[in-house]
């Protein structure tokens, strides 16, 4: 792993994930580097739990809009996605909005 990484997370910095996955292998190496038996974790999150965590902040602050069902977000996608002229002739709008969604 980035060495330069591992030493931004010994200085307090911040690191966010693309997923779960490669958080752990993160916190696995960060863990190894300490040489002790006790640290201080590291704040390590994939996307999914850092914008969820931005979000509750701003709610905290009375800043925050109400987040989109899933239902809204595959309506949304798909919108954008039918704004290509020709697309619906060439995929299908409806199953590439639900994809779309889950991909973020």
């Known amino acids: 792993m980035n060495a330069e990484l591992l030493a931004s ?7 966010v994930t693309v997923n779960a996955r490669l958080m752990r292998e993160l916190r696995r190496e960060y863990g190894a580097r300490q040489g ?13 739990v ?5 979000w509750r902040e701003l709610l905290y602050m009375g800043q925050a809009q109400p987040l989109l069902t899933a239902r809204q977000e595959t309506a ?3 919108k954008v996605i039918a704004r290509y002229p ?3 002739d060439v995929i299908d709008t409806v199953a590439a909005g639900e994809l779309a969604r889950e991909a973020w």
């Open 9 to 15: 997370l010994e200085r307090g910095a911040h690191a």
């Open 86 to 88: 020709g697309c619906e």
């Open 50 to 54: 850092w914008i969820e965590r931005q």
């Open 76 to 78: 949304l996608w798909q």
């Open 36 to 48: 002790a038996r006790a640290w201080v974790e590291p704040d390590i999150a994939p996307w999914s």
